[in-house]
């Protein structure tokens, strides 16, 4: 059979780009229209006006001086960060003792991680607040730092798990003949070549800790993560949007830049295990 | 600098498979001993109970006068080479070779020499700033054995450690992993599945079935004088003729499938044991280099229909039949070359000059003084 050949700009329309233009464009353009939104003045933004007109940073000085996004952002980089670095540091030990030590039981302790992490919040919601409340810790970093790593955790240890089973057993066996302790082994030898596997957990963790919204509404209602503060702008009689934008184009930039640092690492990280090589 | 001793070593799986059984063996200071066998004989699992990788269940192993049965491998001062080299993906050449010593908290300079100096015996100096992905197959080989080399450990243990490369590359790097080991003079094992590696490389060469430790000596004895079917069927290649055949009365002659073979006094006197089984079945054994094509007709003869012949230049290679039923030692062949077997196909190694062709009858002289017997039921070799 012979096939047209095509030439000039006409060869890069086929089916699979038009797709994949149509489904950016579907996740993309609202973002974009939230970011030229967050610089339009409060006349113009309930309007059909495409771009601002004149461009105004107004929206962010108010999110950040009248609605003290600046304390928000750095309540969420704490919990994040902690709850991100407690993560990895756990799930790297838990991944690699599930994954290569001898141990009883590992398939059971699989399962019940499994369980865990598609456990609803919202179903441990009520008595996680009554223990917190008990212990003291509302309005605490902590109150939401614990949680968040326990919910995060089981997901980072599967993903590193079996990166860690990805990694040739005899690498390791060289480094006891060489004298490491498995701790170091782990450190010197594993971890390096499961950095794809520990971007992965990371970013995911840090995304899911980022925009997490219930626990931090029901444990630190005064000291505020980014979402929680969103939620306070405006009144029932007005929603200022063009502050809600600036605030949300802000929350996005850790999570953008993450993903554009480490894209190439998350991808082979998502994939690993899909063939073994 | 030592030799390993093993005593009685043996190997059982939690689920109750038995991987060694009472393996017994020394490796003398400085020698080289080559582990060989079909793929599940054990010889890895004796590597790794000596490395110290894993438990033994039974026996004594020395390293140096040393029992090591319960010390870490760390402890045993050992090296090994892997099959799929294991080096470190993220670290440069150098860095792999001087990881041990760097764990052993030398000085850096102490390191960078040592480094240095093994990768001149290796001829890796120039790539001692590469990382692992950008060296060819018999570079990354190079420098996992400068990983071994540079600890300076009493033992070498090396698994299979040439399979990875391509043929030609294997050769080149048989004689290079000899000519270290010479060099240093440290006792090595070495384990592999191919014959031909084996013969080549070690001073002794411990022949393993099952688990069974079959026969354990020098690479010429093991040729010359098997010490049962399988050790002559697996070393050797091509490998040797087996077939069943019945020895007459007074053991004067050997009759293999319809044709006879006249034995000398020679043959009786070399394997007295031989008269025990006159007029009864054996097992004979000829190598394909002691069947040259019969030229005057006088002697021992085999005739044979030819059914391919292969030129090598230096010889030929002639593939023949005859009416006897082809013995075969289960796991010596791979297992498409032992369906082939099955029809008294056999292999005789002749003068390029002779003229033989393919689907006509050749005859062969039989170096009857050569001539290998084995017992049919044990499988033991008929001598004393």
């Not at chain 2, 021992?300 to 039949?321: C, Y």
């Amino acid at each position: 059979m012979r096939t047209k050949r095509r030439y000039g700009w006409h060869r890069y329309i086929n089916i699979i780009t038009v797709a994949t233009t149509l489904t950016v464009l579907f996740v993309a353009l609202p973002i974009l229209w939230m970011i030229i939104s967050s610089f339009k003045g409060p006349s113009s933004i309930n309007t059909n006006v495409i771009l601002p007109d004149p461009w105004s940073t107004a929206n962010y000085h108010t999110a950040f001086v009248q609605y003290d996004f600046g304390k928000a952002i750095a309540t969420s980089l704490i919990v994040t960060i902690c709850s991100t670095a407690l993560v990895l540091g756990i799930g790297t030990l838990a991944g690699y003792g599930l994954g290569r030590m001898p141990m009883r039981g590992k398939f059971p302790i699989m399962v019940a991680m499994l369980m865990i992490s598609v456990f609803p919040s919202i179903a441990v919601v009520a008595p996680l607040f009554l223990i917190m409340r008990t212990i003291g810790w509302l309005n605490s970093y902590q109150a939401l730092i614990l949680p968040y790593t326990a919910f995060n955790l089981p997901f980072a240890i599967w993903i590193l798990r079996n990166y860690f089973l990805g990694i040739p057993k005899e690498m390791e066996e060289t480094g006891r003949i060489d004298g490491a302790s498995p701790l170091r082994t782990v450190w010197s030898i594993v971890l390096p070549q499961a950095t794809p596997g520990l971007f992965t957990a990371g970013i995911f963790c840090f995304t899911a800790c980022w925009t997490e919204f219930l626990l931090a509404l029901s444990f630190n209602p005064t000291l505020r993560t980014i979402p929680v503060q969103l939620s306070t702008v405006g009144t029932i009689y007005e929603a200022p949007f063009g502050i809600i934008f600036a605030a949300s184009c802000v929350a996005m930039i850790p999570i953008v830049i993450l993903v554009l640092v480490f894209r190439k690492s998350v991808v082979s990280g998502l994939t690993a295990g899909a063939v073994k090589g | 600098m030592a030799d390993v001793e093993l005593e009685k070593v043996i190997k059982v799986y939690p689920n109750g498979f038995t991987a060694v059984h009472e393996v017994t063996l020394t490796v003398g200071d400085g020698e080289f001993v080559v582990l060989v066998g079909p793929s599940g004989c054990g010889k890895t699992t004796i590597l790794r109970m000596i490395a110290g990788l894993e438990d033994i269940t039974g026996g004594v192993i020395k390293i140096g006068e040393k029992v090591v049965n319960d010390l870490n491998p760390k402890e045993r001062d050992i090296a090994m080479v892997f099959q799929n080299y294991a080096l470190y993906p993220h670290m440069t050449v150098a860095e792999n070779i001087g990881f041990a010593l760097k764990l052993r908290k030398m000085p850096k300079d102490e390191i960078q020499r040592k480094v240095k100096e093994a990768a001149h015996i290796l001829g890796l100096t120039e790539w001692l700033d590469r990382k692992p992905a950008q060296l060819s197959g018999g570079q990354r080989q190079r420098v996992a054995m400068g990983r071994a080399i540079v600890r300076e450990p009493s033992v070498f243990l090396m698994d299979e450690p040439l399979s990875n490369l391509d043929a030609k590359l294997r050769v080149q790097m048989r004689s290079e992993v000899s000519r270290i080991q010479r060099q240093l003079g440290v006792a090595t094992v070495y384990v592999t599945h191919d014959q031909t590696e084996a013969m080549t490389m070690g001073d002794r060469v411990a022949v393993l079935r099952d688990g069974y430790l079959q026969q354990y000596d020098n690479p010429q004895v093991l040729y010359d004088n098997p010490d049962n079917v399988f050790v002559a069927a697996f070393i050797g290649s091509p490998s040797m003729n087996l077939y069943e055949a019945t020895l007459e009365p007074g053991a004067t002659a050997v009759r293999i499938g319809s044709q006879t073979v006249q034995l000398t006094e020679q043959v009786r006197i070399a394997r007295p044991a031989l008269m025990r089984y006159a007029g009864r079945k054996v097992v004979v054994g000829l190598r394909p280099e002691h069947l040259p094509a019969s030229t005057n007709g006088d002697g021992p003869e085999l005739k044979g229909n030819v059914d391919l012949v292969e030129a090598l230049g230096s010889e030929l290679l002639v593939h023949f039949t005859i009416d006897a039923e082809r013995v075969i030692a289960e796991g010596a062949h791979e297992e498409d070359a032992e369906d082939l077997l099955k029809s008294g196909e056999g292999v005789a190694r002749v003068d390029p000059r002779a003229s033989i062709k393919p689907g006509t009858t050749a005859t062969f002289s039989v170096d009857v003084e050569r001539m290998q017997f084995f017992d049919p039921d044990s499988d033991a070799a008929i001598r004393g």
